[in-house]
């Protein structure tokens, strides 16, 4: 949480209305924001003012309405649906920003003037690639280029796996509850491996699904080969964090001392944010939030 003081959607729409040259972007969570602040600062946007979705109250009942789920993603969504609606769709003053996440796979289900989604499936997917991962476990963990390449490919699939089981889930309505995936990780010889039979049994067990194992581990498979080997980084951005963090805690002492902020900064800190602008939610993102006294510059 941000701020003590939870803002209403009827206040920001008066200040908005009242305001319109106004450029603020909203945002899922901390990382997010720090991310999209920089990237704007460093491109003399700083009449933009970026904020954490949770500043604002997005009523359960809004979400429901509008067949959202109850997460920062659904609040950004019913925040980009309140303020079209309210503002009209040549509104600049509010740009909602939301991970396409799962449906990365198929088509957002909300296609907004004012809602823009990261190319990936989630935002760590501009900063986190096989390149910026072979760097890290070079000089982490010392691995030479051609043990370094295996490593990263072991650590791209098992981010892709988990993904697979993040969209069964969603796609069978299962609703089933996250576990630890760390338990069903193993490094052997500097390789990194899934037990897909472990985390279904436990994944499946938690949420008494048990009877549905088979048919779920055959729909990960065929996810597997059918589309995910096609899209780059198609996963969610936790998994891929928790996996590296693994991954190099278990070869490499130094890399025991990463946390899940730190690890995100490091690649955070090996992008330019001039490199950036090439993708379609950071051109959008510019030029949503330009004014007459930035198209000066």
Same mark, same amino acid.
């Given at each position: 949480?941000?701020?003590?003081?939870?803002?209403?959607?009827?206040e920001?729409?008066?200040?908005?209305?009242?305001?319109?040259?106004?450029?603020?972007?909203?945002?899922?969570?901390?990382?997010?924001?720090?991310?999209?602040?920089?990237?704007?600062?460093?491109?003399?946007h700083?009449?933009?003012?970026t904020?954490e979705?949770?500043?604002?109250?997005?009523?359960?009942?809004?979400?429901?309405?509008?067949?959202?789920?109850?997460?920062?993603?659904?609040?950004?969504?019913?925040?980009?649906?309140?303020?079209?609606k309210?503002?009209?769709?040549?509104?600049?003053?509010?740009?909602?920003?939301?991970?396409?996440?799962?449906?990365?796979?198929s088509?957002?289900?909300?296609?907004?003037p004012?809602?823009?989604?990261?190319?990936?499936?989630?935002?760590?997917?501009?900063?986190?690639?096989?390149?910026?991962?072979?760097?890290?476990?070079t000089?982490?963990?010392?691995?030479?280029?051609?043990?370094?390449d295996?490593?990263? +490919?072991?650590?791209? @699939?098992? *981010?892709?796996?988990?993904?697979?089981?993040?969209?069964?889930? &969603?796609?069978?309505?299962? /609703? =089933?509850?996250?576990?630890?995936?760390?338990?069903?990780?193993?490094?052997?010889?500097?390789?990194?491996?899934?037990?897909?039979?472990d985390?279904?049994?436990?994944?499946?067990?938690?949420?008494?699904?048990?009877?549905?194992t088979?048919?779920?581990?055959?729909?990960?498979?065929?996810?597997?080969?059918?589309?995910?080997?096609?899209?780059?980084?198609?996963?969610?951005?936790?998994?891929?964090?928790?996996?590296i963090?693994?991954y190099?805690?278990?070869?490499? +002492?130094?890399?025991? @001392?990463? *946390?899940t902020?730190?690890?995100?900064?490091?690649?955070?800190? &090996?992008?330019?944010?001039? /490199? =950036?602008?090439?993708?379609p939610?950071?051109?959008?993102?510019?030029?949503?939030?330009?004014?007459?006294?930035?198209?000066?510059?």
């Open positions: 949480m941000t701020s003590d003081y939870l803002h209403r959607l009827d920001i729409i008066t200040r908005y209305q009242l305001e319109p040259d106004l450029r603020d972007v909203y945002v899922e969570g901390p990382f997010d924001q720090r991310v999209f602040t920089w990237f704007l600062k460093n491109n003399n700083t009449h933009s003012t904020y979705i949770d500043t604002i109250n997005i009523s359960a009942e809004l979400l429901s309405n509008h067949g959202l789920e109850n997460s920062n993603r659904g609040r950004i969504i019913a925040l980009a649906i309140v303020t079209l309210e503002l009209g769709p040549e509104a600049m003053q509010v740009t909602c920003i939301a991970d396409t996440d799962l449906e990365i796979l088509e957002p289900k909300f296609r907004l004012n809602l823009l989604y990261t190319d990936f499936a989630a935002l760590e997917g501009y900063f986190i690639s096989t390149e910026t991962i072979k760097q890290l476990l000089l982490t963990c010392g691995h030479p280029p051609a043990i370094a295996k490593a990263t +490919s072991d650590i791209i @699939e098992v *981010t892709q796996t988990l993904f697979a089981c993040r969209t069964i889930n &969603s796609n069978t309505g299962l /609703s =089933l509850k996250k576990i630890s995936i760390k338990k069903s990780l193993t490094e052997n010889k500097l390789r990194l491996s899934l037990d897909l039979d985390l279904l049994k436990r994944y499946l067990n938690k949420n008494a699904k048990s009877s549905a088979i048919t779920f581990k055959n729909s990960v498979i065929d996810m597997g080969k059918k589309n995910l080997a096609r899209i780059h980084l198609a996963l969610h951005g936790h998994d891929l964090i928790d996996v963090l693994f190099v805690a278990e070869t490499s +002492s130094v890399g025991r @001392e990463f *946390t902020d730190s690890l995100r900064e490091l690649f955070l800190h &090996s992008t330019q944010p001039q /490199s =950036l602008q090439k993708h939610l950071f051109a959008s993102l510019l030029r949503r939030t330009c004014t007459a006294n930035c198209l000066q510059h």
